[in-house]
């Protein structure tokens, strides 16, 4: 006011009176708007009468484009002070829900603040008294009682429906909307650091997958943001260290809000149903819309869970959903074989590539014999070419990783599929592993130890002393400690379809999974490995599976070596 009055000392009046006049009714109508949000937000807080409410709302309406001046927490206050919980049946939603519309789409610079207060209503629940309906900003409780009872869970579930239909109106008439909503969700995300039970959890995953099904568009982003809060949770556990509580902290008590101490086993309780309710998912949509979804959800293996170093779980999504077609599981091959002859990829990833090749070739149990074939020829010739034309022969896995890694999965998944491998001696012959075996790179020392007595044990039911020998001699050679870069000269390899550790992921996929039981006994001519089948056109799999195995090695190398 101290500058316009100035203004209007040094210029003319005509040329200013317009300014002046269109300065102080904008100033006033957003001193009107701010009085009118505050008295709703107080009204509101006090849980008054319905007419109350309908009053304040009607009273908003037609004020919405001057609010665009207002502070934004002013506006976040009154959106979570309208108790969702008591009126979500109420005709006053159907009033509210405009209001929100029309706020969204006249001023879209509210909208993260609208899609973050829908987020978090997905995450309350009634029952729990620590969690207070008051630290969402839904009003006062109708109850403090813990106990589930149908009144509760019909509210609860009026609310869900009620965040829905205004979701849907927003969604379609602000688009805009929609990238606010995704980054919410992924925010407001449950997980143990936050001290919510797991069943919110799944109720938060349950109410996002329904917002993918009324809004497409969103499905691939939404079901991103979930499997990447699995990874999140993925990533900590140490699946070596669940039983042991005191090495098992991964966050201290007071490293987060709750004072909550999180273990590996806890998020693998945490993890466990999310994974399965999140898989479960793409197998009704698999049903549906198969090739859609079987295309998204590749893309979504390749974006999020590839890159991720040694996954436990997560991968298991892709896992299961391959099998609905024979297209499918060599799509997905085919896809990590690129990643293998890309000459750009990084070693990281050719790696990996290589080891889910190696994994799902010898733990899918739907996979058709040729498939195996084709998966397990193209290793060999990537490793028999490499050793062909490469000039430097010093044992060290910074010159020669991506080398050492296929090596290794060739002879897990020689050791794995024996069985059904030594039904075709020509195929076999036709391999000619020992010419990687006697490679100068000596791939043998890379290789764990449960690999090398399985491989020691087919050769002598083999009679393969050309092998043994081999095994033995190679025994006696002293591999270098560390690399030219000076890093341990270690293969950090892993298969990421190795036995998952949760019980209702494991039961899930149990129809469709190979367990390892080794090479069969000469003397027992019915014995057979148990994921394979006598029919060579048959898919590859048992109804008896064996004794799980894991060959993925804890120290190989050096350690190993000494």
Excluded at 179 to 184: E, F, Q
Excluded at 300 to 323: E, G, N
Excluded at 408 to 432: G, M, R, V
Aim: charged fraction near 20%.
């Amino acid at each position: 006011k101290e500058l316009l009055s100035k203004e209007m000392t040094m210029k003319p009046i005509a040329q200013v009176a317009p300014r002046e006049e269109k300065a102080v009714v904008t100033e006033k109508h957003s001193i009107d708007a701010l009085k009118a949000i505050l008295r709703a937000t107080s009204v509101m807080e006090q849980s008054s009468t319905e007419e109350d409410l309908v009053k304040e709302i009607n009273t908003l309406y037609p004020i919405v484009p001057s609010m665009h001046n207002i502070e934004p927490n002013h506006i976040a206050q009154l959106v979570k002070a309208y108790n969702w919980y008591e009126l979500a049946s109420s005709p006053i939603m159907a009033l509210w829900n405009n209001f929100l519309v029309r706020l969204v789409t006249v001023c879209p610079h509210f909208i993260p603040f609208v899609m973050e207060h829908y987020a978090r209503l997905f995450t309350f629940s009634p029952i729990e008294e620590s969690l207070g309906p008051r630290s969402f900003g839904f009003g006062t409780s109708a109850t403090n009682s813990r106990d589930v009872n149908l009144s509760k869970a019909l509210k609860l579930k009026a609310l869900q429906e009620a965040v829905h239909v205004s979701l849907r109106s927003q969604l379609r008439i602000a688009p805009i909307s929609a990238t606010s909503l995704v980054d919410a969700l992924s925010r407001e995300f449950p997980n143990p650091k936050k001290g919510l039970p797991v069943e919110h959890a799944v109720e938060y995953t349950n109410q996002v997958l329904r917002i993918c099904d009324y809004h497409p568009t969103l499905r691939e982003s939404l079901l991103t943001t979930i499997i990447g809060k699995c990874a999140e949770m993925d990533c900590l556990i140490d699946a070596n260290a669940a039983e042991n509580l005191e090495e098992d902290l991964i966050f201290q008590p007071d490293s987060f809000e709750g004072n909550t101490v999180t273990t590996s086993s806890t998020l693998m309780k945490f993890l466990d149903p999310l994974l399965l309710r999140t898989i479960q998912y793409l197998e009704e949509r698999m049903i549906q819309e198969p090739d859609e979804t079987w295309n998204m959800c590749l893309r979504i293996f390749v974006a999020t869970i590839l890159p991720i170093h040694q996954s436990k779980y997560i991968q298991f999504t892709i896992f299961t959903i391959a099998r609905y077609k024979q297209e499918y599981s060599r799509q997905f091959l085919e896809e990590l074989q690129q990643r293998i002859f890309r000459v750009e990829e990084t070693r990281h990833m050719k790696a990996a590539a290589a080891s889910y090749t190696a994994s799902f070739l010898c733990r899918a149990k739907y996979l058709p014999p040729a498939l195996l074939k084709e998966g397990l020829t193209t290793l060999v010739g990537w490793a028999s070419s490499y050793s062909d034309r490469v000039t430097n022969f010093t044992v060290d896995v910074d010159m020669h990783g991506v080398f050492y890694a296929i090596c290794y999965s060739i002879f897990y998944i020689y050791c794995f599929h024996f069985e059904f491998l030594s039904t075709d001696p020509a195929y076999l012959t036709s391999l000619n592993l020992t010419k990687l075996l006697t490679s100068p790179l000596n791939p043998l020392k890379f290789l764990s130890a449960s690999i090398i007595e399985e491989m020691e044990r087919i050769c002598i039911r083999r009679a393969n002393t050309l092998w043994i020998q081999i095994i033995e001699r190679n025994k006696d050679f002293i591999l270098p400690t560390f690399t030219i870069s000076g890093a341990p000269n270690i293969l950090d390899v892993f298969f990421p379809f190795d036995p998952p550790q949760l019980d209702m992921l494991a039961r899930h996929i149990e129809p469709i999974y190979s367990e390892f039981k080794g090479t069969s006994d000469d003397n027992d001519s019915t014995s057979q490995s148990p994921h394979l089948g006598r029919s060579i056109d048959s898919p590859i799999g048992s109804d008896n599976p064996g004794t799980p195995m894991s060959c993925t090695p804890i120290e190989v190398g050096g350690s190993y070596l000494m």
